[in-house]
T-cell receptor, first 112, second 112 residues
Framework: KAGVTQTPRYLIKTRGQQVTLSCSPI?????VSWYQQTPGQGLQFLFE???????NKGNFPGRFSGRQFSNSRSEMNVSTLELGDSALYLC???????????FGQGTRLTVV | AQSVTQPDIHITVSEGASLELRCNYS??????LFWYVQSPGQGLQLLLK??????LVQGIKGFEAEFKRSQSSFNLRKPSVHWSDAAEYFC??????????FGAGTTVTVRA
């Protein structure tokens, strides 16, 4: 069974640009969550989708957005990038909200 | 709302010694409980989980954890640590229809 796939693995962007990250969940999983991880702030919850609906949202500015498609694949978008957005972005999928989550390898975003 | 506390930010242990990582949670009902491990620059890997039943659960890589309802704890243990166990460990709590909540993590250093 294929795991959670995140693309790209590494990304370098310039301040002010926007970026889209992609996550393909495990087959059959309908819940996808996104996290931002930095050395200073640790693992912070961004948002969670279930069956194309955003179920939960973390405390991030509106520059951070996401969506989920009918095949459960998810994307997150960050507009007007800031230096502080440099982080490891992790995606996790699960059968349903609140149960065991399986993580992808993450996308390492560097904003310069 | 549910929350997770990992009191120890960093633990150093000698190779071959035992390891115990503490986790306390706050939740009204019986939660789902998880331990994850993360190597640098990688995603989180599920070590073990507790949903119900036997309060002592076995996981991968020789880890076990014990659920103690009276203490609202779910501590992770390993009898004999290997150098490859050096990583960051996260405790998480979940429930039906509510997102997983993660602790701040405990970094484990293994000395020779």
């Amino acid at each position: 069974k294929a795991g959670v796939t995140q693309t790209p693995r590494y990304l370098i962007k310039t301040r002010g640009q926007q970026v889209t990250l992609s996550c393909s969940p495990i087959s059959g999983h309908r819940s996808v969550s996104w996290y931002q991880q930095t050395p200073g702030q640790g693992l912070q919850f961004l948002f969670e989708y279930f069956s194309e609906t955003q179920r939960n949202k973390g405390n991030f500015p509106g520059r951070f957005s996401g969506r989920q498609f009918s095949n459960s694949r998810s994307e997150m978008n960050v507009s007007t990038l800031e230096l502080g957005d440099s982080a490891l972005y992790l995606c996790a999928s699960s059968v349903r909200v609140g149960t065991e989550a399986f993580f992808g390898q993450g996308t390492r975003l560097t904003v310069v | 709302a549910q929350s997770v506390t990992q009191p120890d930010i960093h633990i150093t242990v000698s190779e071959g010694a035992s390891l115990e990582l503490r986790c306390n949670y706050s939740y009204g009902a019986t939660p789902y409980l998880f331990w994850y491990v993360q190597s640098p620059g990688q995603g989180l890997q599920l070590l073990l989980k507790y949903f119900s039943g036997d309060t002592l659960v076995q996981g991968i890589k020789g880890f076990e954890a014990e659920f103690k309802r009276s203490q609202s704890s779910f501590n992770l243990r390993k009898p004999s640590v290997h150098w490859s166990d050096a990583a960051e460990y996260f405790c998480a709590v979940g429930s039906n229809d509510y997102k997983l909540s993660f602790g701040a993590g405990t970094t484990v250093t293994v000395r020779a």
